[in-house]
């Protein structure tokens, strides 16, 4: 219960939403020039001694940092995000709000920037880490859980930073927009009972839907939870954009990075 107010609270802080979004908040087309992206999950092999079991104990010890990221963005003209602090939405206008949960280790790899255009516009993945590069990519390896709720305001002015009223306000058709909950990396028959599917966003499916994160979220270190380590983020410092993160999700793809698990 006290994990379930947690996530409560901390969800009650931000809301969002879109019109012309692509479908997740791991897509290439969310790609800000610098900073966090959040990434679809793509593949991990892991190093472990394997005369011993590998637990989720032991695959979670691998994990030893947490976070929760929270962010509102601005659905511009282009169909991309523009992130903002401010937690007023206004009438025409579509937001996206993301509550990012993940438990990770931090990877990297070497990149050779080009900058022929004058900014970075490819980011060529080196091999070895004895080549000079221009950069090195921090990667998140872990599990976690997304929260993105999408909704344009229709009418008025609306408060972005609940979620709750969103939803009241949503009854009202004052806005529209859908809610989706993802899990990256965790899953099992106890997980797959407790994702809502939302197809709307009201009351009563983000009333769900909290209740849901906070339940996945208990049952992390449970023995049925099945824990994949995935590679859930990558920190943009070289700008550039949808190119660049392509080119990031192309190299994992075909060398997947490795987590090593005592």
């Known amino acids: 219960m006290k994990v379930i107010l947690c996530f409560c609270l901390l969800i009650l802080t931000n809301c969002g939403t879109v019109s012309k979004l692509p479908k997740t908040q791991g897509d290439p087309l969310n790609v800000n020039s610098y900073g966090y992206h959040p990434l ?6 892991l190093e472990a001694d394997t005369a011993n079991p590998l637990t989720n104990s032991r695959l979670l010890k691998a994990m030893p940092d947490e976070t929760i990221r929270l962010a509102i963005g601005q659905v511009i003209s282009t169909g991309g995000l523009k992130f903002t602090t401010a937690s007023a939405g206004y009438e025409g206008n579509s937001y ?3 509550l990012d949960y993940i438990k990770f280790n931090t990877n990297s790899f070497n990149v050779k920037v080009d900058r022929s255009n004058g900014r970075a516009t490819k980011a060529n993945v080196l091999e070895q880490s004895s080549q000079e590069g221009d950069a090195i990519i921090p990667l998140y390896i872990g599990v976690g859980l997304r929260l993105t709720a ?23 058709q004052r806005i529209s927009g859908t809610l989706t909950v993802q899990t990256l990396g ?6 797959s009972a407790v994702i809502p599917m939302p197809s709307e966003i009201n009351t009563t499916t983000i009333q769900n839907a909290i209740l849901a994160l906070g339940m996945i979220k208990a049952k992390i270190y449970e023995d049925n939870t099945t824990i994949t380590p995935r590679v859930v983020g990558v920190y943009n410092n070289i700008g550039g954009s949808t190119e660049v993160i392509n080119g990031f999700i192309s190299s994992i793809l075909q060398k997947p990075k490795i987590l090593a698990v005592k």
Request: glycine share 10%; proline share 5%; charged share 15%.
């Open 150 to 172: 999408n909704i344009t305001i229709n009418k008025g002015q609306v408060d972005l930073g609940n979620l709750f009223a969103i939803g009241a306000q949503a009854a009202s």
């Open 96 to 98: 996206v709000v993301v």
């Open 186 to 191: 965790i899953s099992g028959e106890n997980i």
């Open 40 to 45: 679809d999950p793509l593949p991990v092999e």
